[in-house]
């Protein structure tokens, strides 16, 4: 197949699912093309069968707000025509929702047919979508959609709650490349972070409110007080300097690492003992599982999806949002006891193994399938 994907190229859940998705099609033999603003961050070695086509947006004196959504539009017609595309799967409801829906119709003027199948990641329903600002144009492009997936259960039943979806929409989870994210030994590397043998406490987000970072540094702090350990924040965000101005009040700066948005991800999950993630919400929590691929038990809050992945006493434990005492009570349970620690960290893994991706690639390419024969069969009876 030819398949383009839409999706946000920065460092996010969405986006790194979209890239990883396109990747594995692409060494199952499909042609896929990349449609973004940037090269997407995982996008980053050569394959012979991926092509990454750059969104363009002119300015104007006239543009206050330059139009990349009619940008997008026309780079999506362009790929359509001259690249033969058999569908567009597009990643995150806003905007790219509403400008496949654009570009579907443009290319209907010239003859072509081509669907566009929506994922949903979260955000776009949970916090953006939802803001009547844009409610009626999330709506509208996701009923027309050709096909609609969420990554977790609860995502779907909340996208029913607040839309008004007139389709089926298919639960189709994230998935974790468990090669590439499996635990191996880096000495040298965990001694560099933790010199005198102390645990490696992680948590990876875009340090946005939603991901709660400061509880992240409350059960820490609450950790440290009992055992030597250490923290390592990977990401960047708008509440970084908030959560530096935390450490330093609580005393805590000197084992407190963070250490930006890295793309070898699976090297710090390979030191690290446990995985933090307290979010308001989430709808799946890539991270976690990529934690629990290289065996790192996940502590974190029960909101959103997380149930559906972090199973308590087998992967890790949950606590309800802003329990800090509960999810550092959960982590010295696990930290202070290396029996139950080594019983989570294989439970961790079985968990991913359920997730893998060779389980999930085959879901997105019989709906791909489908969407394409229902297409046949509705251009068979016009004519
Ligand atoms: O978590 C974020 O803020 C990034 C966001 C995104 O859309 O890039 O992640 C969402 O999609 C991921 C991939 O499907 C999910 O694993 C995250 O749970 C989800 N984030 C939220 O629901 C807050």
Do not use: W
């Not at 699912?17 to 093309?33: F, S, W």
């Not at 579907?104 to 072509?112: E, N, T, Y």
């Not at 995502?155 to 974790?176: A, C, G, H, M, P």
């Not at 084992?255 to 948005?261: E, I, T, Y």
């Amino acid at each position: 197949m030819r398949i383009g994907i839409v999706c946000y190229p920065t460092y996010g859940g969405s986006g790194v699912l979209a890239t990883e998705l396109g990747k594995a099609l692409a060494d199952k033999g499909h042609m896929v093309h990349f449609i973004t603003y940037q090269q997407p961050v995982r996008l980053n070695a050569f394959h012979a069968n991926i092509y990454y086509h750059e969104v363009q947006v002119p300015t104007y004196p006239l543009f206050d707000f330059p139009p990349y959504e009619s940008a997008l539009s026309s780079t999506m017609v362009d790929v359509i025509l001259n690249q033969k595309l058999d569908l567009l799967h597009v990643h995150y409801a806003i905007p790219h929702a509403s400008t496949a829906y654009m570009a579907k119709q443009i290319v209907s003027k010239q003859g072509r047919v081509v669907p566009f199948i929506t994922t949903l990641h979260g955000t776009d329903i949970t916090l953006v979508g939802k803001d009547k600002t844009y409610a009626p144009v999330v709506t509208f492009s996701i009923n027309e959609s050709d096909a609609i997936t969420a990554v977790s259960e609860n995502l779907r039943d909340e996208t029913y709650k607040y839309f008004q979806i007139e389709k089926d929409i298919s639960v189709i989870y994230n998935f974790v490349d468990t090669q590439r994210f499996r635990r191996r030994e880096m000495p040298h590397f965990r001694n560099a972070i933790a010199p005198n043998g102390e645990k490696i406490l992680l948590h990876v987000s875009n340090f946005r409110k939603v991901k709660r970072v400061p509880d992240v540094v409350k059960v820490f702090a609450k950790v440290r007080e009992k055992i030597p350990a250490k923290l390592l924040l990977v990401g960047d965000g708008p509440d970084r300097p908030s959560i530096e101005c935390l450490c330093r009040d609580l005393g805590i700066c000197e084992d407190v690492r963070f250490v930006g948005k890295q793309e070898q991800l699976e090297d710090v999950m390979s030191i690290s003992d446990l995985f933090l993630l307290p979010s308001d919400y989430e709808s799946f929590g890539l991270a976690a599982l990529e934690a629990m691929a290289a065996q790192v038990p996940v502590i974190s809050s029960n909101a959103g999806g997380l149930p559906e992945i972090n199973i308590p006493g087998q992967t890790g434990y949950m606590s309800d949002v802003g329990d800090v005492d509960g999810m550092a009570a959960n982590a010295l349970k696990l930290l202070q006891d290396d029996e139950l620690l080594a019983k989570v960290r294989k439970g961790a893994l079985t968990q991913a193994l359920r997730f893998h991706i060779d389980n999930i690639i085959p879901q997105y390419e019989a709906l791909y399938e489908q969407v394409l024969q229902q297409q046949a069969l509705q251009q068979a009876q016009l004519h």
